[in-house]
């Protein structure tokens, strides 16, 4: 017999198959012919769409938590998450409340997907990829293993990151009062592309197809169509003609 709590303020659509132990809270709407697993619990007000797949032990929906001494405060109310038609989310992930996350976009294993985030339709989030908070990203992006993108980062369209890509957004790090206001993440532009293990300092562009190195840190701008590589990087190369996006 299966344990679970399903609220009777929620409302679920034809064909929803919910696993044990399950939790699924008041007004929270699912679509139709969606697989909820074990052990996923679904917060309050969450939107699921229709052919959504939600593996084990995964929470939607999550309310953010502050440290005594964090920078955010918890007096913002935040829209429900919503996740979008023919999703697939992995076992172990995270999705907090103001989240969307468009169609047909995967989200694997223990990965966490914080607060007011925007991600694209047919966009893949690696195991273990972190995305922080207030980040938009595109439609048609690779984010790979155990990326760390960080706060107030904007990915645009068919963007690649490779595994174990690092993202920072205080150049002052965490010293001094001038920092407050003046936290900056990256920018990606369309089809801009970043090797493993790179690192991406506070506030840097990558603009059209650039591409940084494996290993590289960027500390400057990555000018449009160029490959830059080193620590610190500079550029090394034009990408070539037959990797540009509009040759794809």
């Keep these: 017999m299966k344990m679970n709590y399903i609220s009777s303020k929620s409302k679920l659509g034809n064909n929803v198959e919910v696993g044990k132990f399950a939790v699924i809270e008041d007004d929270v709407v699912i679509g139709e012919n969606c ?6 619990i679904i917060h309050k007000g969450t939107i699921i769409g229709n052919n959504v797949r939600i593996d084990d032990n995964t929470v939607i929906g999550k ?13 913002k109310e935040f829209e429900p998450c919503k996740i979008n038609d023919e999703c697939l989310i992995g076992a172990g992930v995270i999705v907090y409340i103001g989240s969307k996350i468009g169609n047909k976009t995967l989200v694997a294993d223990l990965a966490v997907i914080r607060e007011d985030v925007t991600i694209g339709e047919r966009t893949i989030i690696g195991k273990g990829a972190t995305i922080e908070n207030f980040c938009k990203v595109g439609s048609n992006c ?4 155990n990326v760390y993108l960080t706060a107030y980062s904007e990915v645009e369209d068919y963007v690649f990151i490779a595994p174990c890509v690092v993202t920072s957004n ?5 010293r001094s009062k001038e920092r407050f206001g003046k936290f900056k993440g990256v920018t990606i532009k369309k089809g801009g592309r970043i090797g493993a293990g790179a690192v991406i ?8 197809d650039g591409f940084a190195a494996a290993g590289s840190l960027v500390t400057r701008d990555i000018e449009k169509a160029k490959i830059v590589a080193g620590v610190p990087a500079k550029i090394f190369n034009d990408v070539p003609k037959e990797q540009l996006l509009e040759n794809q």
């Design 35 to 40: 697989i909820i697993g074990h052990n996923v």
């Design 63 to 75: 309310e953010p938590m502050r440290s005594v001494n964090s920078i955010f405060k918890d007096d």
């Design 142 to 145: 690779k984010i790979q293993t």
């Design 170 to 174: 205080d150049n002052y790090a965490a």
């Design 201 to 208: 300092l506070p506030g840097k562009i990558i603009h059209e």
